[in-house]
């Protein structure tokens, strides 16, 4: 289902019912799973869709669980709703928090340089190092599938079959989405939180680079501030992992980002060969 083609208004009466507010229709904002409108409280209040089999595997605290890391900038979450749909095939998940400190910074992909300050960077790291430091029992659903290494040497497989030494060694927590869309500027915060949990040492730096590659100059600023991660050898399988996502076999053939991840896709092979 793609929330943004579907009628929502009875979703949307749902949340304010459930939550005690009302939704300010004017703010709306519609993704594909996800719909999201500022409150009469000056709140904001996200509602996701999601499959019971998914529901079941990941489960819903999300951004509530996420609300105990410290040191990670974040919105601050304040309540919670969750109900199951009519036809019982799915659970609405309503997530009330803070409003973000500023606008994302642009679509998932980024098509331009946004040219972020030097502070955006710092914070951007200090809270990646923070989030790395804690523990927690949630695996992380990167594309809403939970993170194995099995699905880890699947997917790499599946786009590049000569890889080899795939495995990877550290895990931490990870946000596991983050691109562009999900990041503030001019001040930096992190939101959507749903899909968090261990990871592989590296998921974030990759995923933030892979969004970037159609802007030379803001990936080579990815792999100046997230080096430590990106060269370590689990950041190399991370790298790998994202790129055959961009570039296996459904590969969009307008994607600007292919050609670049193909090409640090062989130097990443090559590398791992002989580590």
Same mark, same amino acid.
């Given at each position: 289902?793609?929330?943004?083609?579907?009628?929502?208004?009875?979703?949307?009466?749902?949340?304010?019912?459930?939550?005690?507010?009302?939704?300010?229709?004017?703010?709306?904002?519609?993704?594909?799973?996800?719909?999201?409108?500022?409150?009469?409280?000056?709140?904001?209040?996200?509602?996701?869709?999601?499959?019971?089999?998914?529901?079941?595997?990941?489960?819903?605290?999300?951004?509530?669980?996420?609300?105990?890391?410290?040191?990670?900038?974040?919105?601050?979450?304040?309540?919670?709703?969750?109900?199951?749909?009519?036809? /019982?095939? #799915?659970?609405?998940?309503? $997530?009330?928090? *803070? +409003? @973000?400190?500023? !606008?994302?910074?642009? &679509? =998932?992909? %980024?098509?331009?340089?946004?040219?972020?300050?030097?502070?955006?960077?710092?914070?951007?790291?200090?809270?990646?190092?923070?989030?790395?430091?804690?523990?927690?029992?949630?695996?992380?659903?990167?594309?809403?599938?939970?993170?194995?290494?099995?699905?880890?040497?699947?997917?790499?497989?599946?786009?590049?079959?000569?890889?080899?030494?795939?495995?990877?060694?550290?895990?931490?927590?990870?946000?596991?989405?983050?691109?562009?869309?999900?990041?503030?500027?001019?001040?930096?915060?992190?939101?959507?939180?749903?899909?968090? /949990?261990? #990871?592989?040492?590296?998921? $974030?730096?990759? *995923? +933030? @680079?892979?969004? !970037?590659?159609?802007? &030379? =100059?803001? %990936?080579?600023?990815?792999?100046?501030?997230?080096?430590?991660?990106?060269?370590?050898?689990?950041?190399?399988?991370?790298?790998?992992?994202?790129?055959?996502?961009?570039?296996?076999?459904?590969?969009?053939?307008?994607?600007?980002?292919?050609?670049?991840?193909?090409?640090?896709?062989?130097?990443?092979?090559?590398?791992?060969?002989?580590?």
């Amino acid at each position: 289902m793609d929330l943004r083609e579907q009628p929502i208004e009875h979703v949307l009466h749902q949340a304010e019912q459930r939550l005690g507010t009302s939704l300010n229709r004017a703010t709306l904002l519609r993704k594909r799973r996800t719909i999201g409108a500022r409150t009469d409280r000056s709140t904001w209040v996200r509602v996701e869709r999601r499959p019971w089999a998914r529901a079941q595997e990941q489960g819903l605290d999300g951004p509530r669980a996420a609300a105990k890391l410290a040191g990670v900038a974040m919105p601050r979450w304040v309540r919670a709703a969750a109900w199951q749909d009519l036809e /019982g095939e #799915a659970v609405w998940q309503a $997530d009330e928090t *803070s +409003l @973000l400190p500023g !606008s994302p910074v642009g &679509p =998932a992909v %980024a098509v331009t340089d946004p040219k972020l300050s030097d502070r955006w960077w710092s914070s951007l790291n200090a809270s990646l190092a923070a989030l790395a430091d804690h523990r927690t029992t949630r695996i992380a659903t990167p594309d809403t599938e939970q993170i194995t290494q099995e699905l880890v040497d699947d997917t790499i497989r599946s786009a590049f079959p000569e890889a080899v030494n795939t495995r990877v060694d550290r895990w931490c927590p990870a946000h596991s989405d983050l691109n562009w869309a999900n990041v503030t500027g001019p001040e930096f915060c992190l939101f959507d939180w749903e899909d968090w /949990g261990m #990871a592989p040492s590296g998921l $974030d730096s990759a *995923s +933030l @680079l892979a969004a !970037s590659l159609a802007v &030379p =100059a803001l %990936a080579d600023r990815v792999r100046r501030e997230r080096r430590a991660d990106l060269e370590s050898r689990d950041g190399m399988v991370m790298r790998l992992f994202v790129l055959a996502k961009i570039a296996g076999p459904h590969a969009h053939p307008d994607d600007p980002r292919v050609a670049p991840a193909w090409a640090e896709a062989e130097q990443l092979i090559s590398s791992l060969q002989q580590a």
